[in-house]
């Protein structure tokens, strides 16, 4: 098949004057560990890294201070206009041969009459560049607004990468309306497709909030033609409408809602060590009013997805079955749609005797597949996550190293994607055809929109999309009343008591476990320490949870799961972290650091003790901190160079929650595994547990100024 051109991110120099970037999200910051919030040229970084313009360097760093040359300006100038690399003419220098990382940079801009070479017939693409010679480059760009971030330089001065990446982002960024070269938006063509996508994804059995869903759905689907509705995974797991029904009122709710298709989450995988196995998940997939996609998933070695399961693409797909991929016909247009799945289910779930393979070799192949049967509009349905671990898989990746891929429907990481997000570079920083990523944050509390037009050949032309808020929408009276049998049972549930008695109140006020130990935060913590070191290999030598998750207190008397349920309310999973003493103690600075005031990213603990003196300069309190060694029995201190394992909740973990940077970045380095275990289960668990339930603290986190 003829390769598609990137006509709707293809522009001219003058386009870098008037075509501002996306707004970056907050979670896609830079990623760079040389980079920090305070240096100058962060904000300018992060905006390129965010867009896709700049990669960095294999070792993590991006070396904002390091002095420019001539070909990485290049590259990074050919980058901010998107321009096609690859189909150039040979611009002749003699010291550039196709083989040089910058030659198609440089033969682009050379084409454009951007940059020149010198008088030898040389570019000189190793020497750096001085601010006067930059300024005569972007001189050179046509209606370029006037920076004011490059007005405080000498000439003479060298220009480093993060400097050259802050005056590109705010030629980017800045608006220019009544530039006179801004082309006028074309005439629709005859032959041009649209098409809208409505997309949800980690829903996480909250069966109560699809009737709103089902409202924003018709709403859409009344406004819009060429609807696709899809569902990016995880729908099992979260709340008691999965414990108690397995997935089953999910399902009579998605049904009436109405899907196109369905990816699977690791989540699907979490009963395959149970004595019914993968059971209730077959049961999910037979009774679905839709068909499943998922290309690097194999279920062929369980007997229970026998007759459901199929590794081919199908035009003709039935609902209640598998396949790596499916074509929609809509409108007389076909669109093709695979499905991946993370390999990482296999440490975080209990696949059992379902496999992964690998994500970007599928995807190339379905992609191969589809563009085989004619089909130019293709779709992945992933769950692999936007921004996660990129030593397994993640959503940038796939779309920096497939190409033919149009839009990314995402989920995993439960990432809030206000806008489409544009991959427009591989993974060497060349531009490519470009890929829109797009995902609806969890638990049912937005749908997303898309909407896209494609030209005769595939090309998406204009594109625009949101999130609607489903906190501002109404329930449906059908869907209502297909919820109702099961409410009725889960509120009933929710009265029940679990079998453990208080003779005292479990204290879970703001005032208590944000500021200090707490009898409540020490059985929380336990619970997620022995549920941590069962499910692990490694040493897991401690536990802690944020004050502020912690949102209510267990009155005296029996102990019912809605108390439970209330006291851990968002749905919050077990992460296992491995992390050096030194960010441990960095990050408990953090915790301590606002003591005696109220902080929600107070640490409860178990497992370790902690001393600090609020007294002293925050940032300097932490007066012992030492951790029980099981072998001998004896608390032990953290050593600043030695890598432990611990266990946290995954907002604390993954998405650095309450300001833990440190946590975050340990994340985006791979050092996190999310295992997917619900908070208030395993609290409900290690109650059960107990012979005796203690209502009082025993000096694990001690502020010695109170004793002085």
Not at 107 to 123: E, K, M, Q, R, W
Request: no cysteine; proline share 3%.
């Amino acid at each position: 098949m003829e390769n598609k051109r990137n006509k709707f991110l293809t522009v001219t120099a003058a386009a870098l004057a008037v075509t501002a970037v996306a707004v970056v999200p907050a979670s896609a910051a830079s990623p760079f560990s040389d980079v920090k919030e305070s240096h100058a040229d962060f904000e300018g970084i992060s905006t390129l890294y965010a867009a896709g313009i700049i990669s960095g360097y294999p070792d993590g760093t991006f070396k904002p201070d390091t002095n420019v040359t001539r070909g990485q300006a290049a590259k990074m100038i050919a980058g901010a206009l998107k321009l096609d690399t690859k189909e150039v003419e040979d611009p002749k220098f003699t010291d550039i041969s196709a083989s040089n990382p910058y030659y198609g940079s440089i033969a682009a801009l050379v084409g454009l009459n951007v940059i020149t070479g010198y008088g030898d017939n040389t570019f000189r693409p190793n020497q750096t560049i001085t601010h006067g010679d930059l300024a005569k480059i972007l001189a050179s760009i046509p209606t370029l607004p006037e920076l004011e971030s490059a007005k405080n330089h000498e000439a003479s001065e060298k220009v480093t990468r993060g400097q050259l990446a802050t005056f590109i982002a705010e030629a980017l960024t800045k608006s220019n309306p009544e530039t006179p070269e801004t082309p006028e938006t074309p005439e629709t063509p005859a032959d041009a497709f649209s098409l809208s996508i409505l997309h949800v994804n980690d829903t996480h059995a909250r069966a109560n909030e699809l009737p709103k869903l089902a409202t924003a759905v018709k709403e859409q689907r009344e406004a819009k033609k060429n609807v696709l509705t899809l569902h990016a995974g995880d729908a099992f797991n979260g709340t008691l409408y999965f414990n108690e029904f397995h997935g089953q009122a999910d399902l009579a709710l998605l049904n009436e809602i109405g899907f196109d298709a369905m990816v699977f989450g690791n989540h699907e995988f979490d009963l395959g060590a149970s004595p019914e196995g993968h059971q209730a998940l077959a049961d999910f997939v037979k009774g679905a009013k839709f068909p499943f996609v998922d290309a690097n998933t194999d279920f062929s070695a369980d007997d229970k997805f026998t007759g459901l399961f199929t590794d081919l693409i199908s035009s003709e797909p039935e609902n209640g079955k598998i396949y790596s991929g499916i074509v929609k016909e809509i409108d007389g247009e076909k669109v093709g749609i695979f499905g991946l799945t993370t390999e990482e289910t296999k440490a975080v779930a209990s696949p059992d005797k379902v496999t992964f393979s690998n994500y970007i070799e599928e995807a190339k192949k379905a992609v191969a597949a589809f563009e085989g049967m004619g089909v130019n509009k293709i779709i992945a349905l992933t769950h692999i996550g936007f921004e996660d671990n990129a030593n397994i898989d993640n959503d940038q990746l796939l779309a920096k190293n497939v190409d033919g891929i149009d839009i990314i429907v995402g989920a995993h990481d439960h990432t809030k994607l206000d806008k489409p997000f544009i991959v427009d570079t591989n993974t060497a920083g060349e531009a490519k055809e470009a890929t829109l990523i797009v995902q609806a944050n969890e638990y049912v509390k937005y749908l997303g929109t898309l909407d896209v037009t494609f030209d005769g050949n595939g090309v998406v032309t204009e594109y625009n999309g949101e999130l609607i808020d489903l906190g501002k929408v109404a329930e449906d009276k059908a869907a209502l009343e297909k919820l109702a049998p099961f409410k009725e049972k889960v509120d009933a549930i929710m009265k029940q008591e679990i079998g453990v008695k208080l003779n005292e109140a479990l204290d879970g006020s703001r005032e208590l476990v944000r500021t200090q130990e707490a009898a409540l935060g020490n059985l929380i913590t336990d619970g997620m320490l022995a549920k941590s070191q069962q499910y692990s290999d490694k040493k897991v030598v401690m536990a802690f949870t944020n004050g502020g998750g912690i949102r209510e207190t267990i009155p005296a008397g029996e102990i019912t799961v809605g108390h439970v349920m209330t006291v851990l309310p968002f749905g919050n999973t077990l992460a296992l972290m491995d992390i050096t003493g030194a960010q441990l103690k960095e990050a408990f600075e953090l915790s301590v650091g606002q003591a005696p005031n109220q902080f929600g990213g107070f640490l409860q603990i178990a497992g370790a003790k902690l001393q600090y003196d609020s007294s002293k300069e925050a940032g300097s309190r932490i007066v012992s901190f030492e951790y029980l060694d099981q072998a001998t029995g004896k608390y032990v201190a953290f050593e600043d160079d030695k890598t432990y394992t611990v266990a946290t909740n995954a907002f604390t973990a993954k998405q650095g929650g309450d300001g833990y940077e440190v946590f975050r970045k340990i994340y985006e380095e791979g050092h996190v595994t999310d295992l997917g275990l619900s908070d208030w289960e395993n609290f409900q668990e290690h109650l059960l547990s107990l012979k005796e339930v203690k209502t009082t603290t025993e000096g694990r986190i001690v502020d010695v100024a109170k004793k002085q």
